[in-house]
Each structure stands twice: as structure tokens, then as C-alpha cells.
């Protein structure tokens, strides 16, 4: 009966050990979720940005391959949609002269913080917020005169499930920007003024946008796909 009893008082111990985890876990939980529902921060020093840039895979990866970075070719980039910048910030940590293009003023702000934020971490990080270009306004008013070699295109995207986080963090974006209702005005003014292709950045399983005509070829990933339009 001893040994029983003894049993018993460590099931009940790990019982309790168990639950203090649960609780533990479930208030991490909440504070993340609480750090990302407060203001939205553009960081291109910590998180996922910086494990992209030690681990990513270089210019093996699908943007950097849909953009035509390959040995030896480094196209001018703009970004149309610079959103969070974090696509910006991979293709010019490749070597690319990139320049964002956003229409939002506060994304803009966000933006320019976050670009300062890195810059001022020197090294490396200062050698790539160097060949990023920030221009704040409408790209439809500003494509025709950059005449970019390759042109990004990543509009606001047909919600999808996705973790709380990151969830959260999309909702918080879709705020400032909007729903891009003029994507595929956007698509095609890109395609008339690119000098080598344009890029479209999108679910990989949603349908084509709209309006715009059929792409040279596509990379597809698990949860996007690119859509190259390459310019005769």
C-alpha cells in the first residue's frame, strides 16, 4: 500500500507540474500575441528577417530566381508594393539595387524607421539598407519613370488560414494598406514598362488575377507562387 501511495503522490506531482506548464505556455502564448496586436514594427535586424538572411539558401530561393538573379545577372529591382520590405530586403542582400515604392504614409514611416534601425547596426546590415531606395507614392504615378529592369508586384492577398501570429500580423498590415483593388492595373502598367520581366507574387493555389493576361511560367512554393511575365 506504501509503494501504491507513493505512486500516487507523483502522478499527482506530475499532474501539477503538467498544468503549471500549460498555464506557463499559455501566458508566453498570450503575451506574443499581445506584442504583435500592439503597433506594427518593420525589423530588419532580429526574427525571421535575420534567420532568412544566415539561412535562407541565396539565390536558390524562388523570389531571387523569379527576379532573374543568376550567376552573373543582377537585375535594377523595384518593388511596387513594398509592404513590410522583407522581400526588398532578401533581393538586396543578394547584391540587387532595389527600390520599394510605397503608397501608404504610415506604412512608409514603418518603413523608413525600420531601414534606419538597420542601417545604424553597420556591417553588413548597412552595406544592404545602402541598396535599398525608399520612394514614398502611388507606383502606378512612379513605374513609368523608373524604368526597372524587373519589377515586383505583391499586393494584399486573399485571406487564408494561417497562425494566430501571423494572422494578426497580416490583419494589422491589410489596415493601413487597404485591399489593392488596382493589383491588376498595377500588373499591367508593369508589363508595359519593364525592360525584362515582372513579377507577381501570390497564393499558390488561388486563381489567376484577373484581368491580367497569362504569365511566361511560374515558381511555385508550398504556400506561394510567382508569376513571371517576361518582356519581349
Known sequence: MAAFGGCGKYRIALQIEAHEHQCSSGMENKQNLNQVAGELRI?????SVAHRLRFGGGRGQDLPKAMGLRAGKTPMIVDATAGLGRDSFLLAS???QVTLIERSEKMHALLE????????????????IGRMTLLKGDALDLIPELAGEAILIDPMHPERKNSALVKQELRQVREIV????????????????????????????AAPLEGVQKCSHQIIGKTTRY???MIS
Open 113 to 128: 524607421q525600420g531601414m534606419k534601425r538597420a542601417a545604424r547596426e553597420g556591417g553588413q546590415l548597412r552595406e544592404i
Open 43 to 47: 525589423d530588419f535586424v532580429t526574427g
Open 94 to 96: 543578394l547584391g540587387a
Open 178 to 205: 487597404g485591399s489593392d483593388d488596382d493589383a491588376a492595373d498595377l500588373v499591367r502598367l508593369a508589363i508595359k514598362h519593364a525592360r525584362k520581366r515582372v513579377v507577381l507574387k501570390w497564393p499558390s493555389k
Open 227 to 229: 508569376d513571371v511575365f
